[in-house]
């Protein structure tokens, strides 16, 4: 039996408002699970984990814009 995917993100870019300008926190991230993997999100510390874990569960701050 074949695993169907359960996520998929696609060319993710995320940016923040911040005064006086954006930050960029996250570009063009893609990936895709399949059901019963078990997959870990690892980075360097700023690398922008978070802010793609907040995306997925729809929990961004009200400044970040999904590009």
């Known amino acids: ?3 169907h995917s ?5 060319d993710l870019s995320i940016d923040y408002i911040v ?3 954006s930050l960029k926190a996250v570009r063009n991230v893609s990936f895709e699970i399949y059901e019963g993997e078990v997959v870990c999100l690892v980075g360097e510390s700023g690398s ?16 970040a814009i999904i590009r």
Do not use: D
């Open 19 to 21: 005064l006086g300008g």
């Open 48 to 63: 922008g984990k978070s802010t793609v874990g907040l995306a997925i569960a729809g929990a961004l701050p009200e400044n």
């Open 6 to 10: 359960i996520l998929r993100v696609e």
């Open 1 to 3: 039996m074949k695993n």
